[in-house]
């Protein structure tokens, strides 16, 4: 099975198991913090590389699309266990404790986006990829207004 075969049918999974409990252990806060920093950094760096074939600046390459939102759905599903509690700082504002279902519902949004955003790079529709990167994107900007530290 392909690796994006793969993730494509373990994500509902990983998601379903996900929202009962957080999984990860931090020894410090600074650790969940970087985790979290990390998991932005790699997913951001795969939406963007579909970023740049969406927006005309790279050819459409089928394989392309599909590894990197293969990397976005598996990775969309880290940072939230690294919001435990205790773990306030970099960018990340209070609310996040302080509304916690509100920012969950958020992180859920934005991980069903990713999973469509799969689906359509697996199929290699352009329009229908097109579609589903800028509801990811509008998932993200969200979280970001209302979560993140300008
Ligand atoms: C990106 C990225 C984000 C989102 C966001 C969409 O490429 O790093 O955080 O898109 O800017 O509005």
New binding site residues.
């Given amino acids: 099975m392909k690796l994006q075969k793969i993730v494509l049918a373990s994500t509902a999974t990983v998601l379903a198991i996900s929202t009962g409990f957080a999984f990860a252990q931090f020894q410090k806060p600074e650790d969940a913090i970087k985790y979290r920093q990390s998991a932005f950094t790699v997913m951001?760096n795969s939406?963007?590389k579909i970023?740049a074939i969406v927006k005309g600046e790279a050819p459409y390459n089928k394989d392309e699309v599909a590894k990197n939102a293969a990397v976005v759905a598996m990775i969309s599903t880290l940072p939230w266990q690294a919001f435990g509690p205790g773990t306030e700082g970099g960018k990340a504002q209070s609310d996040i404790w302080s509304d916690n279902a509100k920012f969950k519902a958020a992180s859920d949004k934005m991980q069903l986006a990713a999973i469509d955003l799969n689906k359509a790079a697996q199929s290699g529709d352009l329009d229908s990829i097109k579609k589903a990167f800028g509801a990811v994107?509008?998932t993200?900007?969200g979280c970001?207004d209302d979560f993140r530290k300008k």
């Fill in positions: 951001a939406f963007s970023g994107g509008t993200c900007k970001h």
